[in-house]
């Protein structure tokens, strides 16, 4: 496991089941089911299967925006996916995302239900039925839309790259540490550069860019994830800052990060989301505080 | 820069400006402009500036099947940016992408000029605008829709992880390595399990979403990615193999990729793209062979 000097990777690459740390039973090489297992299937339009990751609150926060907005339509039942007792590798969860990945929905609004996955197709998906967070005015949209974007290819170099060998991987190695922790710096800095300028991603209008970039971004300013708010020194990115604090005032968003939460403070856990009075008096006393 | 066992992170990260390998020049903690100049141009409607990477040459691809469409209204100049030279980081770059990476566009033909950034925005963009390569119906377009963002998503794991710890990283890593091909692998797994049962990845036509995939995963498995063909066994994934040949046929797939192409085979490249009698007879005659 250690990495010796010297290393040459053998000709074929095999799978060693017993590498990987503490996510061996959650990465593997190959695709598919692995058990035969049904997703279950509430009385609302949307059903998601999800998890209060960062790509799974985008989904929730985005459903209790259009909730509290008045998009009846938009009720939902929320089914927690337990990713480290792999439930993602269900034959029904499969069925709906072969990629195997929080969050997935499905639309029973349609004449047919309708698969979405990967949590920025899902946020365009739900922009495009109800006419909400995406501005309609030509710049705005495209603008709204090229930040959608960068969000989705940026944040696998915090996710998958930084937070994982600053914070998960068996042993600290310093360069992967040093690669990934440059590029969120440069990141946050594009970021804070933009956000000097422009009350929200898209501009004056807060819209779908802002859902998917505050749970990555703004949770890392804010000192959530990783434990990572010293090392990279996120309090230097101001713009960032004011611009996180002012997307958790929105009651929509505190509410949409404690669906699917299965872990931290228990008042901040709601496991299944499937009234909106599962968000119960107890939970409301809490939901004013910042995420863990 | 060798990985000591036992390393322990500083309390806070600094920028160390020696490392960072033959990408040193390229990589950087902070965003911005690092010089003064305007881009170039031309007299098309789209400008485009660009460098064929696999991220690049999604839109030079796109352009290339709308105007094979009959979209005359698609016609492009394609300048070129010299990533290793800084190109990305001047004044007029940042302009149209804060994000300073490859492709950035800019659109003539609205009433002022609209700025589009991240390849799958700039796909995305194109296929609303001319109504081509986007299904229509509902669930295909959600398909390919899902499938876009999941390249968005999943292609910085098999170039800024697998990509670089394989071929570029300065020494050989050993966990690194072993994490990114075992994703990488995972995903061909997926695309190759759903072309089993698909021959594109929306369904019956070709969309978006193959020409987001292409560049990357087709060409992985042709052999053209980071000499890792052996090591992934990448001919296991043979539905994967029949997509990418299907889509090397396209002739606008294959001048696609010789756009803003500044290495290997002379014939091969074309610098910037203004017109399109710029593919010539001679680079004609070559575009039949598979790209290296």
Same mark, same amino acid.
């Given at each position: 496991?250690?990495?010796?000097?010297?290393?040459?990777?053998?000709?074929?690459?095999?799978? #060693?089941?017993?590498?990987?740390?503490?996510?061996?039973?959650?990465?593997?090489?190959?695709? @598919?089911?692995?058990? #035969?297992?049904?997703?279950?299937?509430?009385?609302?339009?949307?059903?998601? /299967?999800?998890?209060?990751?960062?790509?799974? $609150?985008?989904?929730?926060?985005?459903?209790?925006?259009?909730?509290?907005?008045?998009?009846?339509?938009? =009720? /939902?039942?929320? &089914?927690?996916?337990?990713?480290?007792? %792999?439930?993602?590798?269900?034959? %029904?969860?499969?069925?709906?995302?072969?990629?195997?990945?929080?969050?997935?929905?499905?639309? !029973?609004?349609? #004449?047919?239900?309708?698969?979405?996955?990967?949590?920025?197709?899902?946020?365009?998906?739900?922009?495009?039925?109800?006419?909400?967070?995406? *501005?309609?005015?030509?710049?705005?949209?495209?603008?709204?839309?090229?930040?959608?974007? &960068?969000?989705? @290819?940026?944040?696998? +170099?915090? %996710?998958?790259? +930084?937070? !994982?060998?600053?914070? /998960?991987? *068996?042993?600290?190695?310093?360069?992967?540490?040093?690669?990934?922790?440059?590029? $969120?710096?440069?990141?946050?800095?594009?970021?804070?550069?933009?956000?000097?300028?422009?009350?929200?991603?898209?501009?004056?209008?807060?819209?779908?860019? #802002?859902?998917?970039?505050?749970?990555?971004?703004?949770?890392?300013?804010?000192?959530?994830?990783?434990?990572?708010?010293? +090392?990279?020194?996120?309090?230097?990115?101001?713009?960032?800052?004011?611009?996180?604090?002012? $997307?958790?005032?929105?009651?929509?968003?505190?509410?949409?990060?404690?669906?699917?939460?299965?872990? @931290?403070?228990?008042?901040?856990?709601?496991?299944?989301?499937?009234?909106?009075?599962?968000?119960?008096?107890?939970?409301?006393?809490?939901?004013?505080?910042?995420? =863990?």
């Amino acid at each position: 496991m250690s990495e010796s000097e010297g290393y040459t990777p053998p000709r074929v690459w095999t799978w #060693d089941q017993e590498s990987g740390g503490r996510f061996a039973k959650i990465n593997r090489p190959i695709a @598919g089911p692995t058990h #035969d297992k049904e997703l279950p299937v509430g009385k609302h339009p949307f059903q998601l /299967y999800s998890l209060a990751t960062p790509n799974g $609150v985008k989904a929730t926060i985005m459903l209790e925006e259009l909730l509290a907005m008045g998009h009846k339509e938009a =009720e /939902y039942d929320a &089914w927690l996916i337990d990713i480290s007792e %792999g439930n993602q590798f269900s034959s %029904g969860f499969v069925k709906i995302n072969p990629n195997s990945k929080i969050p997935a929905m499905v639309d !029973h609004s349609t #004449d047919t239900p309708t698969r979405v996955f990967e949590s920025g197709s899902i946020l365009l998906y739900l922009a495009e039925k109800f006419g909400a967070l995406l *501005p309609t005015e030509h710049h705005k949209r495209t603008e709204a839309m090229n930040w959608l974007f &960068w969000q989705m @290819g940026s944040a696998p +170099f915090l %996710g998958g790259g +930084f937070g !994982h060998f600053y914070a /998960y991987a *068996p042993e600290k190695m310093e360069y992967p540490i040093n690669r990934f922790a440059m590029e $969120v710096k440069r990141q946050l800095d594009v970021l804070n550069r933009h956000l000097a300028d422009n009350e929200y991603m898209a501009g004056d209008e807060y819209s779908i860019a #802002d859902v998917a970039i505050y749970p990555w971004y703004g949770a890392l300013v804010k000192g959530v994830l990783y434990e990572a708010a010293e +090392f990279l020194s996120v309090h230097e990115y101001t713009h960032v800052v004011r611009w996180a604090e002012q $997307v958790l005032e929105r009651p929509a968003v505190r509410r949409g990060q404690m669906v699917n939460r299965a872990w @931290g403070e228990p008042a901040r856990q709601l496991h299944e989301r499937h009234d909106a009075d599962d968000f119960n008096t107890q939970t409301q006393d809490k939901i004013g505080e910042s995420p =863990e």
